[in-house]
């Protein structure tokens, strides 16, 4: 099975940098995913990881140690329109490889 | 149509009625996804297809059924919906289940069900 934890809600300040993380415990560990759903929509894509380091896109980075079963995904330079959930995801090896997701972290960013 | 849809957007449904839940993709993905989204669990996998013709049980498969007779559509079937269903659906594709790249999932719109 998996366990994967995340941050409930999170605020920062528009212009600011929020750090998003999410713990997992997989017994095999086939990639982490982070999605982002703004209220009332689906998720959509964000980045992918599965080898250790920073993978860089845009405003956004996503971070993965595979040792810690630790992930963070990085916003820089926040605005309004970053307000939203983001969803961590982990693939195990094995079996379906069918990603589970965390509960999701909510974002609020104010003025 | 472009990407993945979902019909209906939202239902009101008797207890003890059935239901269908289309959703229909024109992106070729062999993969597709059935989840439900409830307020502070998350996203839970229901049942999944690898390709066309097999499916798969997910998370919380009980009370639910799928089909997927073509790559396209994969509709998910609830035969006496109860009020623990009420829940928001997503359907989703990827290319594959398998690891070959990121193999990323690309969610539709949702349908809003409510069983009272």
């Known amino acids: 099975g998996q366990n994967i934890d995340q941050p409930t809600e999170m605020t920062a300040t528009e212009g600011a940098i929020v750090q998003i993380n999410c713990t997992y415990q997989t017994s095999g560990f086939n990639g982490l995913f982070w999605y982002q759903q703004h209220a009332g929509e689906a998720p959509t894509f964000l980045s992918y990881?599965?080898?250790?380091g920073l993978e860089e896109k845009g405003r956004f980075s996503s971070f993965l140690s595979r040792s810690k079963g630790y992930s963070y995904l990085l916003l820089k330079e926040l605005q309004m329109k970053d307000s939203a959930s983001y969803l961590c995801?982990?693939?195990?090896?094995?079996?379906?490889?069918?990603?589970?997701f965390g509960r999701g972290t909510s974002l609020i960013v104010h003025p | 149509i472009a990407g993945i849809t979902q019909a209906p957007t939202s239902q009101i449904l008797a207890a003890g009625r059935r239901m269908t839940l289309r959703c229909t993709q024109d992106m070729r993905h062999n993969a597709m996804y059935w989840y439900r989204q409830d307020l502070g669990l998350g996203l839970r996998l229901i049942h999944y297809s690898n390709t066309a013709g097999t499916t798969g049980k997910g998370e919380v498969p009980d009370g639910y059924s799928v089909s997927r007779a073509n790559t396209d559509d994969f509709p998910l079937t609830l035969a006496s919906a109860v009020p623990s269903q009420t829940s928001v659906y997503f359907c989703?594709?990827?290319?594959?289940?398998?690891?070959?790249?990121?193999?990323?999932?690309?969610f539709g719109p949702g349908t809003r069900l409510t069983v009272l």
């Open positions: 990881n599965v080898l250790d």
């Open positions: 989703a594709s990827s290319d594959s289940t398998f690891p070959s790249g990121v193999n990323e999932q690309f």
């Open positions: 995801a982990v693939a195990r090896s094995g079996g379906s490889y069918i990603p589970t």
